[in-house]
Every structure is written in structure tokens, then in C-alpha cells.
């Protein structure tokens, strides 16, 4: 329980200075159990400008999202940390990241908008099918590269211009700085019956490869 | 310094062409700059300690008297994980095998893997070393790292 007031007492430091500047940053929250996947993706995410977050496991996620039922987020004093987008590996001991995927779909709240990503070093149709399905925004094979992350960002970054210009209004009138106006334009994209893979640039080699084994 | 020069080019151009990097090593040079100059060595160093630590796992699991294949097959699941994001190319392939041995439940099969693994990261890490003071010593004379293609 020190290691999760750990994370959320420096988180509360990033936030406080967030909500002053950064508006435009991207915050993702990256998930692995590998310290050397770990290292990558947050200088992947950093090297694209984003703000990053990365966690070992599942339930570190949870916890830093406020989610893992231990107890309101009101009682820590803050309104949940604003998410732009979650990275997380596949296989990982105890939750795995389709069983976090499926647990923040699940959520009746502002987090079940924000988009997650799943990583995987196996192409296993199966496996790419059931996180889409269950509402992955993208499925990405490892290793991921600066190019994936790129294309990522760009998805993300239109959904936000379009929900900062509707927010934006919204927070000046509104005195509390740190409420989280994730995107919900990305509920039309959602529904679509194509995979999300055809939104993206059809040329990402994780998209094609992902494509191929579906044919 | 030229010749410093042209031999860290031709060193780690030798370490591509011989199949122990492959592309994603590249994308980690890719992602050192000054605010991270020294990124690689970083990341390496942490793949060092970590297949240290699996191949010792691997090996210990394999004096298990029964075997158990499953535990052996998830560290060489996280070795070959951590091989390709470093873009290890040749240490990576090896795991594809011992992984079928393992599906197998074929304890020669894996003992000989593990000890393909053992010499082929030995190797790659002696290579790295070398090539990381060929570039300190570049750094020392120019002041940063040729990015050369």
C-alpha cells in the first residue's frame, strides 16, 4: 500500500503542474511486466512528447487510475489522473492486459472512454480478434516502434483537438482545473464494424501483419 | 580520429551483417539524443542483467527432477521478449526453438538450446561491450557519437 501512495502522492505533484501547462500533452499509461520493455516504451513515449506514466502490472495500472476498488478516489483528495491513452502488454503475470483491458471497458465512467492499446510479441489471430472485440483501440506487435507510436499519437491527438474545442469552453467557466475531459468523439469511431487496424495508415507493418492473419 | 572513426562504423556495421542486431537496435540508436545520450547502454545493461538472471533460472529449472517445462518455456517466452525489443537477433531466433523443445517437453532438446543461448549471449554481450568503448573512446575524442549510416 506505501508503493501505491507512492505513485500517487508524486503523481499529484505532475498533475498539480499539468493542470497549469501541457494541455496539448499527451498522457499515456504504459503497463509491462519487462523492465526492458518498460524502459523502451517510456522513451518511445517521451521522444514523441508525451507524458508517461509506466507501471509493471495490471494492478499498479488500476491503482493509479483510481480503479482498484481499495477505496474512493475522493478520499485522496483528487478527481483521477487525466489519461489520454493506455499501452498495455498482453501476457503478464496475474491480471493479464486483456483482463485490464476488459476491467476499464467494463467501467460506467469517464475511464471506459480512453483508448487502450494492446502489445503483444505474438501474432495469434485469436488473441487480436477477442481484444478488439472487447474494445481495443489497436493491437500493436512487439517490439514497438517509433513509427507505432507516432501513428498512435496522431489517432489520439485529432479525437483531442476535437474534445479540446469543446472543453475548452467548458474549463474557463468551470473552476475546477483538474477534471478530466478525455474524448468522447471516439465513441462514432468505435462503432464502426471494421477493425480499428482500417483507420490507421494501412501501411504499419503491425497493422498489415495483423491483417494478413486475418486472411 | 578517422580511423576511430571508420573502425566503430565497420564494427557495428560487422555486428548487423553477422545477424547479432538486427533493426531494432537501430531504433534504439534512434531514440539517444542529448537529453538521453546514453540510452543504449542503458537499456543494454538492463538486457544484460535480465538474460543473466533467466539463463540462470532456465538452467536451475533444468536440474528440477521432474522437469517442469512450463516454467522454463515462460523464461525463455521473457528472454525472447526482451532479445527482440533490444533487437538481439541471433539470441532471439535461439528462444523460437528452445520454445518448441520445451512445447515438446524435450529435456535434451533444451539443455542443448540453454547452452546455445548461453555461448550466443556471451558473444553478443562481449561484441556490445567492445563496440560501446569503441564509441566512448570516439566520444572522448570528438565530443558525441556518429550515428553513421
Known sequence: MAAAGEIFRSNLTELLEESHSGDNELHVLAVDDSLVDRKVIERLLKISSCKVTVVESARRALQFL?????????????????????????????????????????????????????????????????CLEEGAEDFLLKPVKLSDVRRLKEFIMRGEVKDGEKNSLKRRRSSDDCSPSLSTTFSPMRHLCDPPSSLFSPLSPSTLSSKKSRL | MDQLQRKLRDYEAAMF????????????????????????????????????????????ALEQIPVNFKQIDAYVHQQKGSSASVGAARVKNICATFRSFCEAQNRDGCVSCLQQLQKEYSQLKKNLQYLFRLQQEFKAAAGSIPTGE
Open chain 2, 17 to 60: 551483417q553477422q545477424g547479432f542486431l538486427d533493426d531494432q537496435f537501430s531504433q534504439l540508436q534512434k531514440l539517444q539524443d542529448d537529453s538521453s545520450p546514453d540510452f543504449v547502454i542503458e537499456v543494454m545493461t538492463m538486457f544484460f542483467d535480465d538474460s543473466e538472471k533467466l539463463l540462470n533460472n532456465i538452467s536451475r
Open chain 1, 66 to 130: 483510481g480503479l482498484d476498488g481499495d477505496g474512493e478516489n475522493s478520499d485522496i483528495g483528487f478527481d483521477g489522473v487525466k489519461v489520454n491513452l493506455i499501452m498495455t502488454d498482453y501476457s503478464m503475470p496475474g491480471m493479464t492486459g486483456y483482463e485490464l483491458l476488459k476491467k476499464i471497458k467494463q467501467e460506467s465512467s469517464v475511464f471506459r472512454e480512453i483508448p487502450v492499446v494492446i502489445m503483444s510479441s505474438e501474432n495469434v489471430l485469436t488473441r487480436i480478434d477477442r
